[in-house]
Nanobody, 129 residues
Framework: QVQLVESGGGLVQAGGSLRLSCAAS????????MGWFRQAPGKENEFVAS????????YYADSVKGRFTISRDNAKNMVYLQMNSLSPEDTAVYYC??????????????????????WGKGTLVTVSL
């Protein structure tokens, strides 16, 4: 079993940057393809970014491509989401999620967060004008 704890959210002005972190428990972290999802107020959760077990492949939603970067450190059981050029449309609760039997980053993009094996409680990102 994997437990995921997100951190790094907060209030930032438009154009600013934040780095989200996701700490994973368990010795099998490197066996999971990881993803970030987000849920804005009044909206369904949506895919943001994903990364394969080894970190050699990443995939992004069109809305964040070129602004966000996902990375992982298997030695530390950590996943990160570097977010640059933030806009108010990025305001949401961001969730880290893990998929055990998904081998490509692109496959995560068509999944809903509840289809992943595990997810955290989220961290709130608020972007002001």
């Amino acid at each position: 079993q994997v437990q995921l704890v997100e951190s790094g959210g907060g209030l930032v002005q438009a154009g600013g940057s934040l780095r989200l972190s996701c700490a994973a428990s368990g010795r099998t972290f490197s066996s999971y393809t990881m993803g970030w999802f987000r849920q804005a107020p009044g909206k369904e959760n949506e895919f943001v970014a994903s990364i394969t077990r080894s970190g050699d492949e990443t995939y992004y939603a069109d809305s964040v491509k070129g602004r966000f970067t996902i990375s992982r450190d298997n030695a530390k059981n950590m996943v990160y989401l570097q977010m640059n050029s933030l806009s108010p449309e990025d305001t949401a609760v961001y969730y880290c999620a893990a998929a055990r039997y998904v081998s490509t980053a692109q496959a995560v993009a068509v999944m809903v967060m509840e289809g992943m094996n595990y997810w955290g409680k989220g961290t709130l990102v608020t972007v002001s004008l």
